[in-house]
């Protein structure tokens, strides 16, 4: 089954489109490119790192539409933040987006490419027969 591209490569801020899809279907798993807090101009929102995860979790929940998936499909997340001291925080508004099931989840600080408390990419499963039906 041939590798499925989801969705147009990001531009930034910058105008110039990012080298890589924000989704990927390999079968039945959607990997998911990680997603900064970025509004639809590219711009990083402002605000502290609620606003920030806030922005990140829609921006995913976008990017697992194009594939017909929820959060509830998603079965990994991989979280990078800025300033360890934001853990609780940015919590409080990651559970949020999870009420059904909690994904396996590794979280790191880590310096982010772009000037941002927080990036985040997932791993969806999502059959393809049940994406066809639905």
């Not at 105008?15 to 970025?38: K, L, N, T």
């Amino acid at each position: 089954m041939p590798l499925e591209y989801l969705g147009a490569p990001p531009v930034a801020s910058d105008r110039q489109a990012r080298p890589f899809s924000p989704a990927v279907r390999a079968g039945d798993f959607i990997y998911v490119s990680g997603q900064v807090p970025a509004d639809a101009n590219g711009e990083i929102v402002a605000g502290g790192i609620e606003a920030q995860t806030r922005q990140v979790m829609e921006n995913l929940k976008s990017v697992l539409a194009l594939a017909g998936a929820t959060f509830d499909d998603v079965c990994k997340s991989t979280c990078w933040l800025q300033d360890a001291r934001d853990f609780g925080a940015f919590n409080r508004i990651y559970m949020s987006y999870f009420p059904n099931g909690k994904p396996a989840r590794s979280t790191t600080e880590a310096r982010l490419m772009v000037d941002a408390k927080v990036e985040i990419d997932v791993i969806a499963f999502k059959p393809l027969a049940l994406t066809k039906t639905a």
